[in-house]
């Protein structure tokens, strides 16, 4: 739409486009549904080739954002994972629980971290139309259990997915992921 040319307004007409665009992303997380949010003919890449990753069903494309992706206990955490129809056709898929699909953390060591959900058996069925965004959008103060994990998170490197749930309500990788790394504390505090 606005191309940076290089010369001073087109460059800077772009970039305010884009700033605008990337700050209101976090407040659209707020809402559940939002079509239309994302431009067209700008396709996400692909997961294929990702080892351990499977490919989301009907055009669907999964993605998970970590802001810091390094942090030390106690620092303030946001996690946006987003679940987008990326075809020309609606997608619709029943599911006979309420957990359809979320985001899920893994240890170094291929360990699931992720805190047991509670998933009640429900009728439910996803609908997405064409362009159609979701997102999950979290924020820990460091206070909390980042990423819901079961445990503190002790320091080293996880892996952060989103996808759709198994049957045990597991996070299948359906995202590239996202490295995030722990930091520990040094000194007093």
Known sequence: MFAATGNGMNGMLHFRMMRRWR???PALGLVVA??????????MPDVEEIPGVTPAPGGLRFSV?????RFVPGDRVTLEASLFNDSEDDYKERFDTNCIWDFGITSEDGLSLSAARECIPQDSTLVL???ELRMIVRNWSGRERYFNAAQP?????YLIVAGFLDADHRVIPMSAPVEVEVIERRGGR
Do not use: I, S
């Not at 939002?34 to 700008?42: N, Q, V, Y």
């Not at 954002?65 to 992706?69: C, G, Q, Y």
């Open 23 to 25: 700050a209101c992303a």
């Open 34 to 43: 939002l079509a239309g949010c994302a431009p067209r003919g700008e396709r």
């Open 65 to 69: 954002r970590v802001n810091p992706a």
């Open 129 to 131: 139309a064409p362009g």
């Open 153 to 157: 998170l002790a320091a080293g490197r």
